[in-house]
């Protein structure tokens, strides 16, 4: 499982996007969403697993179907975000 988090790269729509790699996409949007001034932190899950699981055993699913899986949050000053990144975690902590 892996974390990353970065800033939206817009593109000009009538163009392809400057990559064609899959995780890279997750970071890009057509220039007229540019105003949103967006920041995304996305998960990349095992395509071979169903689900975290939690306490008792109980698999919580990556994916429910016909339903929504990502939150959004913004304001108006950009600071507001940041008193909801507690701690940041490297992948080398974890591997250690």
């Known amino acids: 499982m892996e974390v990353q988090a970065r800033d939206i790269i817009y593109y000009d729509p009538i163009k ?3 990559t064609l790699n899959s995780e ?3 970071f890009h949007k057509p220039h007229f ?3 949103e001034a967006e ?3 996305a998960l990349f899950y095992p395509i071979n697993k169903k689900g975290f699981k939690a ?3 109980i698999i919580v699913p990556f994916i429910l ?3 929504s899986m990502h939150i959004s949050i913004s304001h108006s000053d950009p600071r507001f975000i940041t008193q909801f990144i507690l701690g940041v975690t490297e992948r ?3 591997d250690a």
């Open 16 to 18: 392809s996007p400057p």
């Open 24 to 26: 890279d996409l997750v």
């Open 33 to 35: 969403f540019r105003h």
């Open 39 to 41: 920041f995304r932190i």
């Open 55 to 57: 306490k008792g055993g």
């Open 65 to 67: 179907e016909d339903e």
């Open 92 to 94: 080398d902590e974890i």
